[in-house]
């Protein structure tokens, strides 16, 4: 016997309908590539992204159709992420960090035939534009004024680009399984593999995003996430803040300490995300100038392991730090290092020692340690295996590669070997590819 609920697909642009009409004048602050500090709303970027997805229909990109962004974190970027997969298209993000040579092969096994760009990126894509066959048109996120004079093809700004259209469209109506989004991952070994998200993992994650021992954020609270939009899903904030009508504020291309301070400080910033490496501008940057964040509440780390001495650091200025572990395949999101009951009274060293771990998974995501046969590892937070993973927004496979990637029960081997203790703490301790 079936249960009498109703059939309501997890679809990206519900994300943005909801942020609209719940939270409509909340506000989205990005410092803007040319410099000025902009400011929207949810509703706007919901009226705007309405629009992308109208010219992407009148260009003739249909459901399954890829769409590339080459960009940094603004409200231009984020209105084309929920403009494409609004229509069914594929919102693939590249990073502009890969080397030109990685950009092409990126572009062309994807057969993007859309490009969407920052000014930053014009000069590199004029260099390797006629190595990337497929895209028929490039949108510079910008306006008429500062749109540069550029060989790419069938250039336009973006807002010459939406202003064409009234924005009088509805999204695609689709199945939630639709693919959404695509990542490639460089990983260690091989050509990149393509990492493709459905509008259901992505939603799924969002709302595993937004527990709250994840990164938990709630319309009282601003959002800064340092981490890219072209970077995993940017761990997922551009859906998990607009679910919750978390205040946005992004923070362009200026990401050294002095930039990310500004817009911490002057938009009260309580949650952001980030590398260590941002992490240490941005303390280096407030020690030389004796600048405080009395608003900060909490930061979370990922991308690689933070120094115990920076977690001590944000621990002095009274911030909660919770190391975040996952990977492109996780959509990312595998560990967040909240204390537990346990834990949550400890003090010193042995509060640090615990909050250099990788955390626990959230619900939605399973872990394993196996050995090299596949054997189950205990949890005794000594024993070290190959760290495998299962869950509604973890691959199954890459993109275009025939290869299966699971074990006999369905879980994904990370390439991490890891511990895990009693409590569910993960410790990554070494890579086994």
């Not at 679809?11 to 719940?22: E, K, P, S, V």
Request: aromatic residues 8%.
């Amino acid at each position: 016997m079936l249960g009498l609920m109703q059939n309501w697909p997890l679809l990206c642009h519900r994300i943005i309908d909801h942020a609209a009409a719940i939270h409509g004048k909340q506000e989205v602050v990005t410092r803007s590539v040319e410099g000025p500090i902009h400011r929207t709303n949810y509703a706007e970027i919901r009226a705007r992204a309405l629009k992308v997805g109208q010219q992407l229909d009148k260009h003739g990109i249909k459901i399954g159709d890829r769409v590339a962004t080459i960009a940094w974190n603004t409200w231009r970027h984020l209105e084309a992420w929920y403009g494409i997969m609004g229509i069914g298209a594929i919102c693939h993000t590249v990073n502009p960090r890969l080397f030109p040579d990685q950009i092409v092969w990126i572009v062309n096994h994807a057969q993007d035939r859309i490009m969407m760009t920052d000014l930053t990126f014009v000069p590199l894509l004029e260099k390797i534009a006629d190595k990337m066959p497929s895209v028929e048109r490039f949108i510079v996120f910008t306006d008429k004024a500062h749109m540069p004079q550029t060989t790419l093809k069938n250039a336009i700004s973006y807002e010459e680009w939406i202003a064409e259209v009234d924005g009088n469209f509805q999204w695609k109506e689709f199945d939630e399984n639709t693919a959404a989004a695509m990542c490639y991952t460089s990983g260690t070994t091989g050509d990149p593999k393509g990492v493709l998200y459905s509008h259901r993992s992505n939603v799924l994650h969002a709302l595993m995003a937004n527990n709250t021992d994840a990164l938990g954020t709630r319309a009282s609270d601003t959002m800064l996430p340092v981490v890219p939009l072209f970077h995993a899903n940017s761990w997922g904030i551009a859906f998990s803040a607009p679910t919750m009508g978390t205040k946005l504020v992004m923070p362009g291309a200026k990401l050294d300490g002095a930039s990310v301070y500004e817009l911490l400080s002057t938009e009260k910033v309580t949650y952001t995300a980030g590398v260590p490496t941002v992490w240490l501008m941005l303390l280096q940057y407030m020690a030389a100038e004796k600048k405080t964040l009395p608003d900060l509440k909490v930061v979370i780390c990922g991308g690689s392991a933070m120094p115990r001495s920076m977690i001590k650091a944000f621990v002095d200025m009274g911030c909660e730090v919770r190391h975040a572990w996952g990977m492109t395949e996780m959509s990312p999101i595998g560990t967040v290092g909240a204390l537990k009951p346990p834990f949550e009274n400890l003090t010193g060293d042995a509060r640090l020692d615990i909050l250099q771990t990788q955390g626990y998974p959230p619900f939605g995501v399973q872990m394993k340690i196996t050995d090299d046969t596949g054997k189950e590892l205990p949890w005794d937070g000594k024993t070290f295996g190959r760290l495998k993973v299962s869950g509604p927004a973890v691959s199954k496979g890459y993109y275009r590669v025939e290869t299966n990637i699971l074990d006999d029960r369905g879980f994904f081997d990370t390439g991490d070997v890891a511990t895990i203790d009693g409590h569910g703490y993960m410790r990554i301790t070494d890579r086994s590819k």
